[in-house]
């Protein structure tokens, strides 16, 4: 198993070093959230999202974005994580999209997630160079089959304490990892139980299968699941911080 301790000071010396964008300022700056529809290449269903637009954002000049993948509950249910999460996601800088998607249907989701991100590519007013994907918990399995079945697509991947399933997803198993392109960041803590155990079955399938996949796996010492959103757990902050350094890296590198 790869694991990587994390050391705050070490990290935070990563951070200042590279001069990563907007951690200065990550508290001050407008963001500008607005309601968008796509179109599903599965079956033509229209669905909405919100996009989260920094700051700096100017029209027609080239932009990163993140497409962040809520876990189980509703779209709306799970706003109270992730509309925060996109605006501090805008606030460096990058456009976050949190879109509609359906968790249901295998074919379709990982579609619905494809359709997004080509959504963001065609159009010119946001013109988008290269797209993100964080997933949290269930999200994972619509994301990570995505990422298996349309390498290329998206540049960068973050998976937080998820992995895939089985049902109508396990012919999408563990082997095919190797199919996978780019690089992911795995964040898991140490106290989250089967989140925990895929997590690790999934690094060590990459190691098998895909070593040479650009692969971080994390594991946060003493934090539980849905961590990354529990501002009074510790490694919620480290783990942030190694997210922004992982975007900046892949998407802005």
Same mark, same amino acid.
């Given at each position: 198993?790869?694991?990587?301790?994390? &050391?705050?000071?070490?990290?935070?010396? &990563?951070?200042?070093?590279?001069?990563?964008?907007?951690?200065?300022?990550?508290?001050?700056? !407008?963001?500008?959230?607005?309601?968008?529809?796509?179109?599903?290449?599965?079956?033509?269903?229209?669905?909405?999202? #919100?996009?989260?637009? %920094?700051?700096?954002?100017?029209?027609?000049?080239?932009?990163?974005?993140?497409?962040?993948?809520?876990?189980?509950?509703?779209?709306?249910?799970?706003?109270?994580?992730?509309?925060?999460? $996109?605006?501090?996601?805008?606030? #460096? $800088?990058?456009? *976050?999209?949190?879109?509609?998607?359906?968790? *249901?249907?295998?074919?379709?989701?990982?579609?619905?997630?494809?359709?997004?991100?080509?959504? /963001?590519?065609?159009?010119?007013?946001?013109?988008?160079?290269?797209?993100?994907?964080?997933?949290?918990?269930?999200?994972?399995?619509?994301?990570?089959?995505?990422?298996?079945? =349309? %390498?290329?697509? @998206?540049? @960068?991947?973050?998976?937080? =304490?998820?992995?895939?399933?089985?049902?109508?997803?396990?012919? /999408?198993?563990?082997?095919?990892?190797?199919?996978?392109?780019?690089?992911? /960041?795995?964040?898991?803590?140490?106290?989250?139980?089967?989140?925990?155990?895929?997590?690790? @079955?999934?690094?060590?399938?990459?190691?098998?299968?895909?070593?040479?996949?650009?692969?971080?796996?994390?594991?946060?010492?003493?934090?539980?699941?849905?961590?990354?959103?529990?501002?009074?757990?510790?490694? @919620?902050? &480290?783990?942030? *911080?190694?997210?922004?350094?992982?975007? !900046?890296?892949?998407?802005?590198?």
């Amino acid at each position: 198993m790869n694991i990587r301790v994390n &050391l705050i000071l070490l990290l935070l010396f &990563l951070l200042i070093s590279v001069g990563v964008k907007g951690v200065s300022n990550i508290a001050d700056g !407008n963001v500008q959230i607005v309601t968008r529809e796509y179109t599903s290449e599965y079956d033509s269903l229209v669905q909405g999202g #919100l996009v989260f637009l %920094p700051d700096d954002w100017r029209e027609f000049e080239t932009h990163q974005a993140i497409v962040m993948l809520h876990g189980a509950g509703t779209w709306e249910e799970q706003k109270v994580r992730w509309v925060p999460y $996109g605006t501090e996601v805008a606030k #460096l $800088g990058f456009i *976050a999209v949190y879109p509609q998607r359906r968790p *249901a249907s295998c074919e379709a989701s990982w579609m619905d997630v494809k359709s997004v991100i080509q959504s /963001l590519y065609d159009s010119e007013h946001l013109n988008v160079d290269k797209v993100g994907v964080v997933a949290g918990s269930f999200g994972n399995i619509s994301g990570l089959s995505f990422m298996q079945k =349309y %390498p290329g697509v @998206a540049d @960068a991947y973050i998976d937080m =304490y998820g992995s895939l399933a089985n049902g109508c997803y396990k012919h /999408l198993g563990e082997k095919n990892i190797i199919s996978m392109t780019e690089p992911i /960041l795995i964040q898991v803590g140490s106290e989250d139980g089967g989140s925990l155990q895929r997590c690790s @079955a999934l690094s060590d399938a990459i190691d098998d299968y895909n070593p040479g996949l650009d692969k971080t796996f994390t594991i946060y010492p003493n934090s539980r699941h849905g961590f990354v959103f529990n501002q009074r757990d510790g490694n @919620a902050i &480290l783990s942030r *911080a190694e997210q922004i350094f992982f975007w !900046n890296r892949t998407l802005r590198g």
